[in-house]
């Protein structure tokens, strides 16, 4: 199973594209795919915060990631 | 009541914005027009990028204006507006306008609005300065 993952803002300057795609992780959570993603790139580390979301909804660490869902990186957000 | 939400990349019309929540059963139209300052922390700024998820931004904006309606079940009608794409100095960022039937739950109503938009709607925005860009409250 691999997930696609979307990015956007200083996440998608760190990584270098704004989609990427990886196997997914063991278990198949939000904070093993945040623990995969800063082991990968360590800059993602040093951000003031960077959440998850799945199906546009902020995901909490415990929540499973399943290949349909639509999945982001979401570092500090500056609207307004 | 349906709430007037966009994202867009073309300059926004503010008075348009204003006559989406006007209504009869209003006595009171507040709004928060947020523009391009030109300096940052004393950094003098030439232009803003905003990137935005968009499906996403939409969707928490919807939670923010119906936790609006919750808190103040007078509130007629909203429109929020946020521009994305390159800024100049001067341009019209986001404009969050309400329609109450009395003053006092306008002006609590439209902050809450503009405040929480900040908080978790996902729009980013770089700053460009004379010697260099940098997104805005990314690093501790």
């Known amino acids: ?29 939000v904070g093993a795919l945040l623990d995969e993603l800063r082991k990968q790139y360590p800059a993602l580390g040093e951000l003031r915060s960077c959440a998850v979301a799945v199906n546009n909804e902020y995901a909490s660490n415990d929540q499973a990631l399943h290949t349909v869902d639509a ?9 307004g | 009541m349906t709430p007037h939400l966009s994202i867009t990349d073309q300059p926004i019309d503010v008075a348009a914005a204003l006559a989406a929540v006007q209504t009869e059963t209003a006595g009171a139209v507040n709004s928060f027009i947020g ?6 922390g004393g950094r003098p700024v ?22 609006a309606y919750e808190k103040w079940p007078m509130l007629q009608e909203v429109a929020v507006v946020h521009r994305k794409g390159t800024l100049a100095l001067g341009d019209v960022a986001v404009v969050v306008a309400v329609a109450t039937p009395h003053r006092a739950e306008s002006f609590a109503a439209c902050q809450y ?7 978790v709607v996902t729009i980013w925005k770089r700053e460009e300065y004379e010697d260099g860009t940098e997104w805005v409250a990314a690093h501790p």
Do not use: C, W
Request: glycine share 6%; hydrophobic share 45%.
């Open chain 1, 1 to 29: 199973m691999s997930l696609k993952i979307a990015l956007f803002g200083i996440t998608r300057e760190i990584v270098g594209t704004s989609v990427i795609e990886l196997p997914a992780p063991a278990p198949a959570t």
């Open chain 1, 71 to 79: 999945i982001a990186l979401i570092p500090p957000v500056a609207g």
């Open chain 2, 35 to 40: 523009t391009v300052r030109n300096q940052s």
């Open chain 2, 46 to 67: 030439r232009r803003l990028h905003y990137e935005s998820y968009d499906s996403m931004a939409l969707t928490q904006l919807g939670h923010v204006v119906a936790q």
């Open chain 2, 113 to 119: 609005i503009i405040d929480t938009l900040k908080q």
